[in-house]
């Protein structure tokens, strides 16, 4: 049974567009959108015919751009409408505008350690996680990223050799580490996740592991055009140098 269950938490993996070596270690977690930008409300086109704006743009630009004409009501004022008013408009540092865009994220395959990491910034959230009290979690994938992957492998299959099979639940909770794969989908503003890349994509204070998972959602969240006007590109470095 454990063996079907770790068969089901590779191939969840391996849909997100992560990878997995060895049916057990996950060197490449899977991130990806949980929900294509929606369409505005018949309401909001209304709203945007009145105000001049482009009753077809985008979600994300129709709440933007509405937000950023609300503050002063004075649509006629602005120079330019659409994409490059919105963008205008956060150039001059106000964020506030994409405030509205809500995103939700599938992270699988990521270490424990890690999410505890995501989740430590206070930011306006919602997030479920694999329950370690389940029966997959006895039988669990572990995350082996980066350069050193042959070093966490051996370890780790020193551990399941001294260990296996485990006699209880608890146990396996206490004696797993902390790269133990685990499923996340998590929710914020897109804004808020601005907010998260930028204070963990630099090198000070952020383990490699964790600035890698960074990239991959600064990536996934930049594939939505109008995500790249909050977004910024993460950068082509390796963390572990």
């Known amino acids: 049974m454990s063996h ?52 077809e743009a985008s979600l994300f630009q129709t709440l933007a751009e ?5 503050t002063y009501m004075n ?7 659409g ?13 506030s505008i994409a405030g509205q865009t809500f995103v939700s994220l599938g992270l699988f395959g990521i270490p424990l350690e890690i999410v505890v990491e995501l989740l430590s910034h206070g930011l306006d959230s919602t997030a479920r996680m694999t329950s370690s009290n389940i029966k997959a979690m006895d039988d669990p994938l572990f995350c082996v990223f980066g ?10 299959e020193k551990i399941l050799a001294l260990h296996w099979p485990l006699p209880h639940r608890e146990l396996s909770n206490s004696i797993w580490p902390s790269n133990r794969a685990v ?26 592991a964790l600035r890698y998972l960074c990239q991959h959602i600064s990536t996934v969240l930049r594939e939505v055009e109008d995500y790249r006007m909050v977004i910024e590109a993460p950068g082509d470095f390796d963390p572990w140098q």
């Not at 770790?6 to 849909?15: G, K, P, T, Y």
């Not at 994409?83 to 964020?95: M, P, Q, T």
């Open 83 to 95: 994409a490059d008013y919105v963008r205008a408009v956060l150039e001059r540092g106000h964020s």
């Open 183 to 208: 499923f996340l989908i998590m929710g914020m503003r897109l804004v808020d996740w601005a907010k998260l890349l930028a204070k963990r994509l630099p090198r000070a204070g952020n383990e490699a």
């Open 147 to 156: 350069p050193h992957r042959q070093q966490q492998i051996d370890r780790l």
């Open 4 to 55: 079907a269950l770790r068969q089901q938490l590779i191939r969840a993996v391996e849909l997100a567009g992560g990878e997995v070596l060895l049916e057990r270690y996950v060197t490449k977690p899977g991130v990806f959108l949980c929900q294509e930008p929606g369409s505005p409300s018949s309401t909001i086109k209304e709203l945007a015919l009145h105000w001049g704006m482009d009753p």
């Open 75 to 81: 649509p006629s004022s602005r120079e330019h409408t």
């Open 66 to 70: 509405s937000s950023a004409i609300l």
